[in-house]
């Protein structure tokens, strides 16, 4: 692919054998009318089951796929975060494999990027049809608290169903639990955040990598982390330069 992709969708995968060829299919079916060049990165975070096998047949028949595998099982924010440092899109969209994000709804994202520099998925409207009651409270209550400290009024953080512009990532902190902060690791770097209602759906095959305890409590001790750097990270631009070399 000689043109660089206007969107690089990115997707973490662990254990999703059974999901990625629906969803490869449905993105395509989703992105290839749009007319945009774009690509599809998944990154296998080291499955146990036949997905890179499968993800090895896919890339042979969908050129706009591209597929890497982590050497160890290392988690969806690193995962999330080395598809996004492999991305060559201008607008980065990320998204699970297990189809609980709804492809359809990319062109609702691409048309809300010139509302802000990353938009955000929310799932409120549509809790209900994608998970349990458990599911839903654990993470009103996680969502509860990480805007209480943060002082943030993001309505659905643990949505990564995202987009957002390539020069948003540039300076990104990345740290195990990562993908839950984005917007707001986004904000302490002067980028502006917008959301919108997406579509939530069940887990099409396969369980979660997550349980009731990991989801509410795991995030608590990063959020200290995050809280500190809303509070104590810089950032500033040059205005004048006097006797420097040119940039090259
Ligand atoms: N994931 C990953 N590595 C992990 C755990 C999860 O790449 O160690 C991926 C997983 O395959 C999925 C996404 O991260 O694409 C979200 O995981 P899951 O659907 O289990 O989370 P939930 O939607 O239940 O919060
Ligand atoms: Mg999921």
């Not at 839903?136 to 969502?143: F, M, P």
């Not at 690791?185 to 095959?205: C, M, W, Y």
Request: some cysteine.
């Amino acid at each position: 692919m000689a043109e660089n992709p206007l969107i690089s969708v990115i997707v973490p995968c662990y254990n999703e054998q059974d999901n990625l060829e629906p969803l490869v299919k449905l993105l395509s079916d989703v992105l290839t009318p749009l007319s945009i060049p774009y690509e599809i990165v998944i990154t296998d975070d080291c499955s146990r089951d036949d997905s890179w096998k499968i993800l090895n047949q896919l890339a042979a028949q969908h050129p706009h796929l591209c597929i890497q595998r982590l050497a160890n099982n290392s988690g969806q924010s690193a995962a999330l975060w080395a598809g996004i440092q492999a991305a060559r899109g201008r607008y980065l969209a990320t998204l699970d494999a297990d189809m609980q994000n709804d492809p359809r709804d990319l062109p609702k994202f691409l048309a809300a990027m010139d509302q802000a520099d990353c938009v955000c998925g929310s799932r409120i409207e549509k809790r209900r049809q994608g998970d349990n009651w458990v599911r839903q409270i654990s993470s009103k209550i996680a969502n509860g608290v990480r805007n209480w400290i943060t002082h943030e009024t993001v309505t659905d953080s643990g949505c990564c169903y995202r987009m957002f512009k390539r020069e948003c990532a540039a300076n990104l902190k990345f740290f195990k639990g990562m993908h839950r902060f984005l917007p707001t690791l986004f904000k302490i770097d002067g980028f502006t955040v917008a959301e919108i209602p997406v579509n939530h759906q069940h887990r099409l095959s396969g369980l979660s990598k997550y349980g009731v305890w990991n989801r509410v409590f795991a995030s608590a001790y990063d959020l200290i982390a995050v809280r500190w750097m809303q509070k104590r990270m810089f950032r500033f631009a040059v205005k004048e330069k006097v006797n420097f070399p040119p940039e090259p």
